[in-house]
């Protein structure tokens, strides 16, 4: 049994977001709280002053990654231009003045060609003087990469499996173990209706996620 997201959505596991059908994973910021819309991925950080999104789009193949770059940011506000390759993907990164839920700010923009799509990550903040911040959306960035053989099977949706309790299980145990990215242990509980502290009892057959 399927559970969350189906593959065609991209599936997450714990930091790392994988999308089999267009190929790709990257991994996100640690602790920061992750959004997979169905227009984009949204990471924002535990304080809520800083976000990181991904959308996609067709690639126009007469564009380098620039020239894709530079007709989606105000060239009046551009700094820190250049070239991005990123495992051995084309890319493109500035910073440029743009709307955020925090008003007028440095956004970085990032874009990176795979196939016959382009990949915009793009990074705000509340405080633009904390440099942590750029280098999470960088970070993201140097990320991101072809699936390899051996990820193709992570990119596979996360589904219930069923198991039996020995004795000594712990539902802080099986979170750990668990490719959920948040609350897992508090999830499994719900998911087993030992909400709110109970723990498995042996013999008990449990509901995990794999």
Do not use: C, M
Not at 44 to 64: F, I, S
Not at 158 to 169: D, E, F, I, S, W
Not at 193 to 208: A, F, I, N, T, Y
């Amino acid at each position: 049994l399927v559970f969350g997201k189906r593959a065609e959505d991209g599936v997450l596991r714990g930091r790392r977001f994988y999308h089999g059908p267009l190929g790709f994973t990257l991994e996100l910021p640690a602790g920061w709280h992750v959004e997979n819309l169905p227009d984009r991925l949204v990471a924002r950080a535990p304080d809520g002053k800083a976000l990181v999104q991904l959308t996609t789009t067709d690639r126009n193949r007469r564009l380098t990654p620039r020239e894709f770059l530079l007709r989606r940011i105000d060239l009046r506000s551009l700094r820190d231009e250049r070239a991005f390759p990123v495992h051995g993907l084309p890319g493109h990164t500035a910073l440029g003045r743009a709307d955020t839920p925090w008003g007028r700010r440095w956004v970085r923009y990032v874009v990176l060609f795979l196939d016959d799509r382009a990949y915009l990550l793009a990074g705000a903040t509340d405080d633009p003087a904390d440099p942590r911040r750029d280098a999470a959306t960088l970070a993201t960035a140097r990320s991101f990469h072809r699936l390899r053989p051996g990820e193709r099977r992570l990119a596979q949706p996360l589904r219930l499996h069923l198991v039996r309790a020995r004795p000594g299980t712990r539902y802080a145990a099986l979170a750990r173990r668990s490719p959920l990215p948040e609350h897992a242990a508090d999830l499994l509980r719900l998911l087993n209706h030992d909400w709110p502290r109970g723990e498995p009892r042996p013999g008990q057959l449990l509901k995990v996620v794999r």
